[in-house]
């Protein structure tokens, strides 16, 4: 089967039906195609005696389709699983949303309302997500009744990113809708399918000559980078600081948070930006994408899978959400930079007493990763690694060495982060009271 397939279960009552029909709209608005399907526990007979179709079934017709201006309609004499009716007749679609089927092994989210009951049918840790009217603490993530939106943003990151297919004409990309990027790629590959040693995760095709610099016809590079996501790692409290480091205003009562001020400076260098947090909090709104862990539990690198995972470019620059001096300078020359590397990242400069945790003195938190990454960070986690450079070894990476960062930044400034009362104190002592 395909076509992911998601239940949404709850008690009768609870609203189910109705936050359906809120997601399937907000779906369709985003350009997807949506199939649903009802579960009817109750054996509702909805082919009714003495009509032609209940006459065909009666005569031993396994199966009878109505056809009419308005649209058909299947009848069958038994009942199919779940899987065998979205795989058999949805299949085309981009995604199919089941109401009911609570004991499915497939992704279920669980409407739920408090005066109707606040017990939940299925166990937390089964389920995708809990949509309430109620406060509710768990591993997996909580939406209103209301957050039709966040639902939807959660099921786009699980189960309808689109292929990665990047369409330029003479350097300038060309924006696709996620139907057409299936369409390129499943065409493509079905043409390399024939050809020998055509078979790859990455595919590179060039029609015509590429951007010329001199008369001799030598490559050259186009003038504008390719596009770029920005990911913000804004995952909760932090122990040491007992608060949400997001929430702090090193530049005073009136300045923006950090992770206010750290969305910003990305949009001034990527197209999109995407905040990773563990769950959903209490936070000011910001101009940016909010994708929850896939993978909660695993840290810092599963947040980095997550926004990769998210994203829709090949390239994403990570930063976390509390580097307060970022140089925006600095990440603009990072993102200009010819993308021939999976990961790119700053070497800092030595220290005779650099502290065992960072040997490799990087800054993992200030880098650019490729989607190339995902496969080796998957792989790393399975594996029960957790340092960040784990998968290093299996991918291209470009340090960025101080002489060259430092032009931009000779303090090193960009890489210094609140991680204690002192690291804040020190922070709002340079910053209070200036432009962010």
Not at 88 to 94: M, N, P, W
Not at 103 to 120: G, M, N, T, Y
Not at 153 to 166: H, I, S
Not at 239 to 268: F, H, I, M, Q, S
Request: aromatic fraction near 6%.
């Amino acid at each position: 089967m395909s076509v992911p397939v998601v239940c949404f279960v709850g008690k009768s009552g609870s609203g189910k039906t109705t936050f359906l029909e809120k997601v399937i709209r907000e779906l369709v608005a985003r350009g997807y195609r949506v199939g649903a399907i009802k579960h009817d526990a109750h054996g509702t007979e909805v082919d009714q005696p003495g009509k032609d179709t209940y006459r065909l079934r009666q005569a031993g017709a396994s199966r009878v389709i109505l056809s009419s201006p308005q649209g058909f309609a299947l009848f069958g004499t038994e009942e199919l699983p779940l899987e065998a009716l979205a795989s058999r007749y949805l299949d085309d679609l981009d995604i199919v949303l089941a109401e009911g089927f609570k004991r499915s092994a497939l992704p279920r989210i669980e409407v739920a309302r408090a005066e109707r009951s606040r017990e939940l049918l299925c166990g937390p840790e089964e389920l995708l997500a809990v949509v309430s009217d109620f406060p509710f603490e768990g591993p997996c993530p909580h939406f209103g009744l209301e957050d039709a939106s966040g639902v939807v943003e959660l099921l786009e990151t699980r189960f309808l990113r689109p292929p990665d297919v990047v369409l330029r004409v003479d350097g300038r990309e060309i924006p696709l809708k996620p139907f057409v990027r299936r369409m390129i790629a499943g065409a493509v590959r079905g043409l390399l399918a024939g050809l020998k040693d055509a078979e790859g995760r990455w595919i590179e095709l060039d029609i015509g000559r590429p951007p010329c610099t001199d008369p001799e016809g030598s490559p050259g590079v186009p003038v504008d980078p390719p596009p770029l996501t920005g990911i913000v790692l804004a995952g909760g409290a932090s122990r040491r600081l007992g608060t949400d480091k997001a929430l702090l205003r090193p530049w005073g009562e009136d300045g923006p948070t950090l992770l206010e001020a750290t969305v910003r400076r990305l949009a001034r260098v990527c197209e999109e930006v995407i905040v990773v947090a563990d769950r959903p909090r209490p936070r000011p709104a910001v101009p940016a994408r909010t994708v929850y862990d896939l993978l909660p539990g695993s840290g810092v690198l599963g947040a980095i899978y997550t926004g990769l995972e998210a994203c829709h470019t090949l390239h994403a620059l990570v930063v976390a959400c509390d580097l307060p001096f970022l140089s925006v300078t600095l990440l603009q020359d990072m993102a200009a930079r010819p993308r021939d590397y999976d990961v790119l990242i700053p070497r800092l400069s030595p220290e005779p007493d650099a502290p065992s945790a960072n040997p490799e003195r990087v800054e993992p938190l200030h880098a650019i990763y490729s989607r190339a990454c995902l496969e080796p960070i998957r792989r790393a986690l399975e594996a029960g690694a957790r340092r960040i450079v784990s998968f290093f070894p299996y991918v291209r990476v470009r340090y960025l060495e101080p002489a060259e960062w430092s032009r931009f930044d000779p303090e090193g400034l960009s890489f210094r982060n609140v991680n204690t009362p002192e690291d804040l104190a020190y922070a709002e002592r340079i910053l209070k009271g200036k432009e962010p």
